[in-house]
C-alpha cells in the first residue's frame, strides 16, 4: 500500500463528540472498535453512530478493516497515521470465529527466528486475504473438525485466540508451506524438546485432524530429531496409502520411502539443524 491512500494528508480535525468517542475508547485501550462501541458510548442510535464511523474513517481517524469494524488510527500519530499495534489484535477482528496459526503462531511460542510479513490466521469460514498497512492477512479456511487446540492469549490489553504449541506443529505438519516448509517444522520441533510440549497431546490431535500426510512427515521427523512419539506403533501401522511429498513447498522429485510412504523431496542435511544432519 504507497502513500497515495490518502493517509498521509493532514487529519481533518474532530467535532466534539467525535473527540469524546475517539479518547474514551482510546483511553480504554480499544484499538479495533464497533459501530456498537460509538453508539453505546454516545447513547446514539445505530444509525447515527454509523454515520460518525463514516466521517472518522473520511477525516483519517478511523481505518475500516471489516464489517462494521474500524481500527483507531493512533492519535498520537500527528499528521501521518501510521498503525502500531500488533498484527494479531487487527487479525482476530477480520472474521470469526479464528484462531491465529502456523507461521505466526510459531513466532509467537518462540519457536521460529524467521519472521513472517504475513500474519495467518485460521477460520471455518471462507474470508478472503487482506493487506492493511503494508501487512498480508491470510486466512486458511478449514473444516470443523480441524478448528480446536487454541486458545485466548493476552496481546497487550487484548485476548487474541492462538493455537497452543502441540495445534501448531500438528497444523504446521498439515500445511507446510503455511510454516515456510518442512525445515521450519523441524526447527520448531527440535525447539520444543526444551519446553512445556505435550507429544501425547501432539498424538492426539494428528488423530483428531486425521490427515494421513501431517502424521507422516511428524513421524519421518520425530525419527530424524530422536523425539519419541507415544503409541509410535500404532501411527506407523495406520499410515494411510499414497506418497505425498515431504516438503510440498518444494518441486516434486526425489524417492518414495516405503518406510515412512513419504516422497522425500528434500534430504535431511537441508530441513535439520545442523547437530542433526
Not at 30 to 57: E, F, G
Not at 126 to 139: D, K, L, M, Q, S
Not at 177 to 190: N, P, R
Not at 206 to 227: C, P
Request: net charge negative; glycine share 6%; with cysteine.
Amino acid at each position: 500500500m504507497g502513500s497515495t491512500n490518502g493517509k498521509e494528508t493532514q487529519r481533518k480535525s474532530l467535532s466534539t463528540r467525535e473527540s469524546q468517542v475517539l479518547s474514551r475508547l482510546a483511553s480504554e485501550n480499544r484499538k479495533v472498535i464497533s459501530i456498537s462501541d460509538i453508539a453505546d458510548v454516545l447513547d446514539i442510535p445505530r444509525k447515527s453512530a454509523k454515520d460518525m464511523a463514516y466521517a472518522l474513517k473520511e477525516k483519517g481517524w478511523l481505518e475500516r478493516i471489516a464489517h462494521g469494524k474500524y481500527l483507531i488510527l493512533p492519535l498520537s500519530a500527528g499528521e501521518n497515521a501510521v498503525y502500531t499495534e500488533h498484527e494479531f489484535v487487527i487479525a482476530s477482528a477480520l472474521v470469526e470465529p479464528m484462531y491465529i496459526g502456523y507461521w505466526s503462531a510459531l513466532n509467537h511460542h518462540g519457536l521460529t527466528e524467521q519472521m513472517s510479513r504475513t500474519v495467518y490466521l485460521v477460520t471455518t469460514e471462507r474470508t478472503r486475504e487482506r493487506e492493511i498497512h503494508g501487512v498480508a492477512y491470510r486466512p486458511v479456511t478449514v473444516t470443523e473438525q480441524k478448528f480446536f487446540g487454541y486458545q485466548p492469549t493476552s496481546i497487550g490489553s487484548n485476548q487474541v485466540n492462538m493455537s497452543s504449541i502441540e495445534k501448531t506443529l500438528v497444523d504446521c505438519a498439515d500445511h507446510p508451506e503455511f510454516c515456510g516448509g518442512i525445515s521450519e517444522l523441524a526447527k520448531a520441533m527440535q525447539n520444543v524438546v526444551e519446553t512445556r510440549c505435550s507429544w501425547d497431546r501432539v498424538v492426539e490431535y494428528l488423530r483428531r485432524v486425521g490427515n494421513g500426510a501431517a502424521t507422516k512427515r511428524l513421524v519421518y521427523l520425530a525419527d530424524q530429531l530422536s523425539i519419541d512419539l507415544p503409541g509410535y506403533d500404532e501411527l506407523v501401522e495406520n499410515f494411510t496409502t499414497g506418497y505425498p511429498l515431504l516438503d510440498p513447498t518444494r518441486e516434486a522429485t526425489g524417492t518414495r520411502d516405503s518406510k515412512y510412504q513419504l516422497r522425500l523431496n528434500v534430504g535431511p542435511e537441508s530441513i535439520l539443524p545442523n547437530e542433526f544432519s
